[in-house]
């Protein structure tokens, strides 16, 4: 176990922003990991798990140990002649993930192609894009218990998933570390999943008429690249917000002054795009400092210059949050964790 002082986390958060943790380690083996809490338990470290970084703004330095979960491998056991268990530890790179299992045949994971980050910290906010979440496909994970030190697994009912949300972030915050995750994927008979309009049209444009899980993964990466900023060119986290869902008469009473609201249906709840929101209070592509809005997705937040301090890009959203609130009467929740 090596654990590193006054270490800068500039390359450990796809923001880029640049503070450093107190203490900082490595761990490769469960072992390692286990080695390393006790350590930060005999000391009263406050304790950060980092995956990929691709979901938190640091907005000051950490007084702490952070741990860089690098458990690596892949591992697979087929259970019927269309069905596979796949199996990742948790510092396996999603997009690296979601194409080995392309390279094998396997479906399911194919629409969540090039989402930035790890396997281990997929199931914590749920991930999810052109319409399918990881909850549609997971079927279980292990977890370490921080009190106990124990090995325990959560199934899907177990983890509570919700949009953008699961158990991990609610009464299971800070208690339990991921370490690998199971998806279970189909070997024939895939679902292709091209519902969302977007995925539509690039098949067009691509001439694809019977879409492989191949297809839709390419699909899937010529939209993100088209639209999203790549964070090893321009520091950012994705989505900072999420899309809020509001009552429905609230949305009759939103939708009085401007009808061309899009919307969809969730429930008794009306979802609407946060990213037409933002747009509509004029933030689109707008720059203060070394902050902007992504000037083709309003709803990504961009760490424009590479200097930008988490202080900074933090009050950018709060003048997001109360013009939006200013303009529609609609409260913005963060999606970013902030530390
Ligand atoms: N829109 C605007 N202006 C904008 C952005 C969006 O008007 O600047 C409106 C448009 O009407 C558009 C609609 O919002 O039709 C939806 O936009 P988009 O398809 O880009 O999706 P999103 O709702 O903005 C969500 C996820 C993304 C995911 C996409 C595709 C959240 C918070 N974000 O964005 O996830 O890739 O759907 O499924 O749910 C992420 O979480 O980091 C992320 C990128």
Known sequence: MTILENFSLKNHNTFGVDVSANYFAEVSSLAELRETLNYSKN?????????????????????????QLNLNGISE??????EVLVTAKAGENWHEFVQYCLAKKYGGLENLSLIPGNVGTSPMQN?????????????????LNLETLEMEEFDREKCRFGYRDSIFKQEGKGKYVIV????????????????????????????????????????????????????????????????????????????????????????????????????????????????????????????????????????FSAMIIDSVKEKFGIELEREVNII
Not at 77 to 82: H, M, T
Not at 129 to 136: L, N, P, Q, S, V
Not at 204 to 226: L, Y
């Open 43 to 67: 000391q009263a470290l406050a304790t950060l798990f980092l995956g990929g970084g691709s979901n938190i703004l640091f907005t000051k330095d950490y007084e702490g140990l952070v741990i």
């Open 77 to 82: 056991k087929v259970l019927n002649e269309k």
């Open 127 to 143: 991930i999810g894009a052109y319409g399918t979440e990881i909850k549609d496909t997971f079927a279980s994970c292990q977890v």
């Open 180 to 315: 690998e995750v199971t998806f279970k994927l189909t070997i024939k008979d895939h679902v292709i999943k091209t519902e969302y309009g977007a995925i539509q049209n690039e098949l067009k444009k691509m001439g694809v008429q019977n879409p492989t899980i191949q297809d839709v993964s390419k699909a899937v990466i010529h939209i993100r690249q088209s639209k999203l900023p790549d964070p090893k060119v321009v520091g950012n986290a994705g989505s900072f917000f999420k899309n809020p869902s509001i009552l429905l008469s609230q949305f009759l009473e939103v939708r009085k002054n401007f009808p061309e609201i899009p919307h969809y249906p969730n429930g008794d709840l009306v979802k609407v795009p946060a990213g037409w929101l933002i747009e509509q209070c004029g933030w689109k592509g707008k720059q203060i400092g070394n902050v902007a809005s992504h000037e083709l997705q309003a709803l990504v937040i961009v760490n424009k210059t590479g200097s930008a301090t988490g202080k900074e890009i933090f009050d």
